[in-house]
């Protein structure tokens, strides 16, 4: 059953990057739109970005645009979250998951243990 493996999460200052990692168990990931998930705590999950299977086409939550960058290589099965200028606002776990499409998402993964990202000076 595919699943996914989140890694790359730390605790970085306020303005900071990390490059979050979304390793899949196999390449059937490839047929699959993908999404980065964030969830505060005391908050619900949100979606803050996706990438499609084909073509690549992107979509990102409006607190994380011109921030936030997802991209995938298939060939090494992974997704990726480059995140630039961070905020303490971005603190949270991050997960990712597949869905059928970008838009009109349906979560068709269970979801993993996450990566823990806190922006603290």
């Known amino acids: 059953q595919l699943h996914y493996v989140e890694s790359g999460g730390g605790l970085v200052q306020p303005g900071g990057s990390l490059t979050l990692s979304c390793l899949a168990s196999?390449?059937?990931?490839?047929?699959?739109?993908i999404g980065w998930f964030r969830q505060a705590l005391g908050k619900e999950r949100e979606r803050v970005a996706c990438v499609s299977a084909v073509g690549g086409s992107t979509t990102y939550v409006n607190s994380v645009k011109g921030r936030f960058t997802i991209f995938r290589h298939n060939a090494n099965n992974t997704v990726f979250l480059r995140m630039i200028r961070l905020e303490p606002e971005d603190t949270g776990a991050y997960y990712c998951?597949?869905?059928?499409?970008?838009?009109?998402?349906?979560?068709?993964?269970?979801w993993g243990q996450g990566t823990q990202v806190t922006v603290s000076s």
């Open positions: 196999d390449s059937s990931s490839e047929h699959y739109a």
């Open positions: 998951a597949a869905g059928g499409n970008c838009d009109g998402w349906v979560t068709l993964t269970s």
